[in-house]
């Protein structure tokens, strides 16, 4: 790529652990908090909604989006809820006002198990999306596309919300340089520029 990749320490971390049959486990380090969420693949929502929101919360991609689960306002908010089968976290994404394309977000999560807890934390777009880019990353090269299927049961990596996360998290957008191709050919991106970017280390 023309500007280099480059990595870099965003303050939040996270790990994706699908251990098969269809369940998967989610550690988030933020702020002071260390959090572990259960994801059930029979009830609630996928770990791909949280990079669905993601794609859709930022101005550039401000498309609502609807399913009988949840709803992606074109306001900037989003809410999705991870099942575990007898417990539940539920999250709340928001987008803080801002005109620049590094802005803030507001993460509200409600933890229920044995008992409830509530977090909240304000972090910048860009580092969380670096955070869940990296943890897609190292699960797919763990497991890989198909693995990671068989593994989560119902959910598939989306790879163009990903891409578009990546592209976030490393302030790097060649990979999606659309270019229009003509009457009746469509538009083209840079597919090398892409799988560069879907295989880069974070």
Not at 60 to 79: A, V
């Amino acid at each position: 790529m023309r500007n280099e990749l480059k990595k870099r320490d965003c303050g939040v971390k996270m790990k994706i652990v699908p251990y098969g049959a269809g369940w998967t486990d989610v550690y988030l380090n933020i702020g002071e908090d260390s959090l572990y969420f259960i994801i059930s693949a029979m009830f609630g929502d996928n770990f791909t909604d949280l990079l669905r929101i993601l794609y859709f919360i930022h101005p550039e991609n401000n498309d609502p989006e609807r399913d009988e689960n949840y709803l992606i306002h074109c306001d900037g908010t989003g809410k999705f809820s991870w099942d575990e089968e007898g417990a539940y976290s539920k999250w709340h994404i928001e987008r803080l006002p801002d005109t620049d394309d590094d802005f803030d977000i507001k993460i509200s999560i409600d933890i229920c198990r044995s008992e409830s807890k509530h977090y909240g934390y304000t972090v910048r777009y860009n580092d969380f999306c670096y955070a869940v880019a990296k943890a897609c990353t190292e699960v797919l090269k763990s497991h890989g596309i198909y693995g990671y299927h068989h593994s989560v049961f119902f959910d598939d990596m989306h790879l163009r919300y990903l891409l578009f996360i990546k592209c976030a998290a490393l302030h790097n957008f060649e990979a999606r340089a659309i270019t229009d191709m003509g009457d009746k050919n469509g538009e083209s991106t840079p597919f090398e520029k892409e799988m560069e970017l879907l295989s880069f280390d974070m």
